[in-house]
């Protein structure tokens, strides 16, 4: 087995940075992460798209098994070699069940995992802007959620769409390359709204509606309930979609990205 040598953290950061930095024409993509108060006060909502829709990301790592004791392999799941990512399994799969929760309302929601493994891989890719083809985004508005507390795994093949949910085998015909991105949010145009207070306001009520009455341990309800009651003076665009990014990357992990058309 072979891993990718990285963390979440690290995968993430880059793959949103390698979106930043993309030449789509008439095309841009701005997360929205929490911590930027220097980025909100130097102007930084300049860099949201003036049309758009939202995004979700959960970034997870992924193991490459090649060898034929690999219990995919072994068990006649594959016949070559595939990556696994492994799901949370605390709280009786908890996350991802609310991950699935939330694409229910939110479609674009995506588990994203390198298609690679290895350090020097990641670092190459990084640097030659490659990192987006070399990872795999997996829809989970597709994927249902566990009633138990074993541990879940998702596995999928390089260059190939499908993917599988296990231990219960649900089978997938259809994943995305990071090479397809361009094409994927061009394809959710027909969303596409003004960027303004009054989108941003419905991102973070949905948020919050999602969050009320999940069981989570007392310091996250304290914490929830402080970012759910924003100032008076922060009930604007960036203030709702600063505060629904926090809650977000809180409780479920997850980064937004608003994905539209640029002002250029």
């Known amino acids: 087995m072979a891993s990718t040598g990285i963390s979440e953290f690290t995968f993430g950061f880059a793959f949103l940075c390698e979106q930043v930095h993309?030449?789509?024409?008439?095309?841009?993509?701005a997360p929205i992460l929490p911590s930027l108060q220097k980025e909100a006060d130097e102007g930084w909502d300049a860099h949201l798209p003036v049309r758009g829709t939202d995004f979700y990301y959960q970034f997870k790592l992924?193991?490459?098994?090649?060898?034929?004791?690999?219990?995919?392999?072994k068990d006649g799941t594959y016949s070559s070699p595939y990556y696994r990512i492994s799901l949370h399994r605390l709280n009786s799969n908890r996350q991802h069940n609310q991950l699935v929760r939330h694409a229910k309302r939110n479609p674009n929601t995506y588990y994203v995992a390198p298609e690679f493994s290895g350090v020097a891989t990641f670092s190459n890719a990084f640097l030659?802007?490659?990192?987006?083809?070399?990872?795999?985004?997996?829809?989970?508005?597709?994927?249902?959620?566990?009633?138990?507390?074993?541990?879940?795994?998702?596995?999928?093949?390089?260059?190939?769409p499908q993917w599988k949910v296990h231990s219960e085998t649900q089978d997938f015909e259809s994943s995305r390359q990071g090479s397809d991105l361009e094409a994927l949010y061009r394809q959710t145009s027909h969303q596409w709204m003004e960027i303004d207070e009054t989108f941003a306001k419905e991102?973070?009520?949905?948020?919050?509606?999602?969050?009320?009455?999940?069981?989570?341990?007392?310091?996250?309800?304290?914490?929830?309930?402080?970012?759910?009651?924003?100032?008076?003076?922060?009930?604007?665009?960036i203030g709702y979609l600063r505060r629904a990014a926090e809650l977000l990357s809180l409780n479920f992990g997850v980064t937004l990205v608003i994905i539209g058309a640029s002002d250029d």
């Not at 992924?62 to 392999?73: I, N, P, R, V, W």
């Not at 802007?129 to 507390?149: A, E, K």
Request: net charge positive; glycine share 6%.
């Open 22 to 29: 993309a030449n789509w024409k008439g095309l841009k993509a």
């Open 62 to 73: 992924s193991d490459y098994l090649s060898a034929g004791h690999a219990k995919f392999m």
């Open 128 to 160: 030659s802007r490659q990192l987006m083809t070399n990872s795999r985004l997996l829809p989970l508005n597709q994927c249902r959620p566990f009633t138990d507390g074993n541990q879940h795994f998702i596995t999928f093949q390089s260059g190939k």
């Open 203 to 237: 991102v973070f009520t949905k948020v919050s509606e999602q969050i009320q009455g999940v069981g989570f341990d007392q310091p996250v309800r304290t914490a929830n309930a402080a970012l759910m009651d924003i100032e008076q003076e922060s009930r604007n665009r």
